[in-house]
């Protein structure tokens, strides 16, 4: 662990940066413990969006714990007293829940009939979502924090500090809204209602505040036990301050208030706490991915096609760029998570420390049993028109006779993932062509090759000869990938391809219906020399168009 801590103090993961800041932090200031935050509106369902702020806080968390012995706790705070602002259109009946608007959330009966309150439902689902994934942390509802008084010293302070805190929010707001904002929102004692309404006077001294609902009648309400709760912007603030938050990371669209938290915190008598700021998922098309609008790969979604820990992969790479997030990335994030876990034993600490499964694994890093990349799967589902996993499995035991559901139980849900993606994104996107002259001529004599053991040496020496190297000729042996790229690559080298590209291109356009594909040595392994023969012919033959 000591050399381990070593590294994590020089290692230049991002996530062992912000530990690193975390522990001046934490050292300065004496503290016991380093309390990491994440927050959630449960006014809908978690997404994709919930996972990778909380696996991304444990990755900075993890990170801490490798270099320093102070203990951490991570805290996911629900804003369930919020007010419900819309219908959602997801629930059944949402008709019934039209009049319960502006009434909080855990107020709003639930619409699936299961808990005590909507937000009880969406917290409960909050924390399923959290419990599926294995994260550790401690729920915090703010219902609970409001009521029980536990948020009353701080809601005090921001009644005696009032005009500092709405000096600092009214900056940022228009004109219009300026005049009817304020930073409390207090709960209607007859209706029950969240009252977004401007105060009429607060009173430090009393602890009360007072309005006017939209009849024009007066109340005073003390702003302690449930009674109020604050805007979500000095709310953030309030936390952190009440909390003692030391890390805390969101979304780019949050960054722009990062002052606006921070400036509240302190004048609620808090220190702000470290931030991380990450950018936002992007559609296919580059827009920013919408709960509203539906676009962008959900968590289900990706969970239906790959394991957590592609999505996990994923989430660590470049939090601070921008990233295209649909179904083309899956099988990328698939394979290269594999690539990284077969690279982890090899390497030092440093280079463990910079691998993403150390972050996405800790120190429990698992050995990958997929002995066939994912997108070779990919495409042996699309030429053997697989409807399930054992049809795979039959080539993949032939190709590695060792493996086996058991033995290999990555492979075998990659397996069975690969069926689903091929069938639901590669099928329906297929379009296969005809060779042109010169494509046809390499085809055949890529047959002829692979059909006799004097003619695949006899275009390896050709290729060798027009290369002018005199090198010796590969051993020959029908079921390795070297030596069955070694044909592929020297028929299109004395068929002429320049750049050599094209000649890969048309392997993948002609045979497979594809843009890309696989390293097609690989291929021919996987999928059979004679298997392979006959998909050429049919291609050759104009089968595979019709």
């Known amino acids: 662990m000591s050399n381990l801590r070593d590294a994590g103090m020089t290692s230049k993961a991002w996530p062992f940066v912000e530990a690193r800041t975390l522990l001046k932090r934490i050292e300065k200031s004496g503290k016991d413990h380093v309390l990491f935050e994440t927050g959630y509106g449960p006014s809908g369902l978690p997404h994709i969006g919930t996972f990778g702020e909380v696996s991304r806080t444990t990755m900075v968390r993890r990170a801490f714990e490798v270099i320093s012995d102070i203990p951490t706790r991570l805290v996911c705070f629900s804003d369930d007293l919020d007010g419900m602002r819309k219908v959602p259109s997801n629930v059944p009946n949402p008709e019934r829940l039209e009049q319960y608007m502006q009434m909080p959330l855990t107020a709003v009966p639930d619409p699936f009939d299961k808990y005590e309150s909507f937000g009880h439902h969406n917290n409960a689902m909050l924390r399923r979502f959290l419990d599926t994934f294995g994260f550790e942390y401690e729920f915090i509802s703010g219902k609970e924090y409001y009521e029980s008084g536990k948020f009353d010293a701080v809601l005090l302070r921001a009644l005696e500090r009032y005009d500092d805190v709405m000096a600092v929010m009214l900056k940022s707001l228009r004109e219009e809204r300026r005049e009817t904002y304020s930073i409390f929102l207090p709960m209607h004692p007859e209706s029950g209602r969240v009252m977004y309404v401007p105060m009429k006077s607060v009173d430090a001294k009393a602890g009360t505040v007072t309005f006017d609902d939209e009849t024009g009648k007066e109340f005073t309400v003390p702003v302690t036990g449930g009674n109020v709760k604050l805007q979500w912007k000095p709310d953030f603030g309030a936390r952190w301050a009440s909390l003692d938050v030391d890390f805390e990371m969101y979304g780019k669209d949050h960054s722009t208030n990062t002052p606006i938290y921070d400036r509240i915190c302190e004048i609620l008598g808090g220190k702000k706490p470290e931030h991380f700021s990450y950018e936002l998922f992007l559609d296919d098309q580059g827009h920013k991915i919408s709960k509203t609008s539906g676009n962008g790969v959900s968590i289900d979604e990706w969970l239906t096609y790959a394991s957590t820990e592609s999505l996990s992969y994923f989430m660590y790479l470049k939090p601070k760029t921008a990233k295209r997030m649909h179904f083309d990335v899956i099988p990328k994030a698939v394979d290269e998570y594999h690539q990284q876990l077969r690279a982890y034993p090899t390497q030092d600490d440093a280079g463990k420390l910079n691998n993403p499964v150390f972050h996405i694994h800790g120190e429990n890093v698992p050995t990958s049993?997929?002995?066939?990349?994912?997108?070779?799967?990919?495409?042996?589902?699309?030429?053997?028109?697989?409807?399930?996993?054992?049809?795979?499995?039959?080539?993949?035991?032939?190709?590695?006779?060792?493996?086996?559901?058991?033995?290999?139980?990555?492979?075998?849900?990659?397996?069975?993932?690969?069926?689903?993606?091929?069938?639901?994104?590669?099928?329906?996107?297929?379009?296969?062509?005809?060779?042109?002259?010169?494509?046809?001529?390499?085809?055949?004599?890529?047959?002829?090759?692979?059909?006799?053991?004097?003619?695949?040496?006899?275009?390896?020496?050709?290729?060798?000869?027009?290369?002018?190297?005199?090198?010796?000729?590969?051993?020959?042996?029908?079921?390795?990938?070297?030596?069955?790229?070694?044909?592929?690559?020297?028929?299109?080298?004395?068929?002429?391809?320049?750049?050599?590209?094209?000649?890969?291109?048309?392997?993948?356009?002609?045979?497979?219906?594809?843009?890309?594909?696989?390293?097609?040595?690989?291929?021919?392994a996987l999928y059979g020399v004679e298997e392979s023969i006959a998909l050429i012919e049919s291609g050759l033959a104009g089968e595979l168009v019709s």
């Open 369 to 524: 049993t997929m002995v066939v990349p994912f997108s070779m799967l990919l495409n042996l589902a699309s030429v053997s028109q697989a409807s399930d996993k054992d049809k795979l499995w039959a080539f993949i035991q032939r190709y590695a006779p060792d493996a086996s559901p058991k033995t290999n139980p990555d492979l075998d849900a990659a397996a069975g993932f690969a069926v689903r993606y091929y069938k639901d994104f590669v099928e329906p996107g297929k379009v296969f062509r005809l060779p042109d002259d010169q494509e046809r001529g390499a085809l055949e004599a890529l047959v002829t090759a692979l059909k006799s053991e004097e003619a695949a040496l006899t275009v390896i020496a050709q290729k060798n000869a027009q290369e002018g190297k005199d090198t010796p000729l590969p051993e020959v042996n029908w079921t390795n990938d070297e030596f069955l790229q070694s044909i592929v690559f020297a028929v299109g080298k004395v068929h002429g391809f320049d750049p050599l590209r094209a000649w890969f291109s048309c392997l993948y356009e002609v045979l497979l219906g594809a843009k890309q594909g696989p390293r097609f040595g690989g291929f021919i």
